[in-house]
């Protein structure tokens, strides 16, 4: 994609790397599907990042404003999820 990942500059250069991947999966859900234990594992690590609810949601809306995913729908339809589940956006 063409777009910059919202990301916070005091991060360490390998918490940048996770966030990125965390943004690449939510873009992947929506593009190919994903395995729901995937996903679920990318955002443990981001929530260990961001243990904030309000940074996490704020992250996740400049994400959702620039590149029309929402992390929030996606993460709503992996916790609803059995475990062994693909999850596919429409």
């Given at each position: 994609?063409?777009?910059?990942?919202?990301?916070?500059?005091?991060?360490s250069?390998d918490?940048?790397?996770?966030?990125?991947?965390f943004?690449?999966?939510?873009?992947?859900?929506y593009?190919?599907?994903?395995?729901?234990?995937?996903?679920?594992?990318?955002?443990?690590r981001?929530?260990?990042?961001?243990?904030?609810k309000?940074?996490?949601?704020?992250?996740?809306?400049?994400?959702?404003e620039?590149s029309?995913?929402?992390?929030?729908r996606?993460?709503?339809?992996?916790k609803?999820?059995?475990?062994e589940?693909k999850?596919?956006?429409?």
């Amino acid at each position: 994609m063409e777009y910059q990942y919202p990301i916070d500059y005091h991060w360490s250069t390998d918490e940048i790397v996770d966030v990125i991947k965390f943004y690449e999966t939510i873009e992947t859900a929506y593009e190919k599907g994903i395995d729901r234990e995937r996903l679920m594992l990318v955002y443990r690590r981001f929530k260990e990042i961001v243990p904030s609810k309000a940074e996490e949601k704020t992250l996740c809306s400049e994400f959702e404003e620039i590149s029309g995913y929402s992390a929030y729908r996606v993460l709503k339809k992996a916790k609803d999820a059995l475990a062994e589940e693909k999850i596919m956006m429409k």
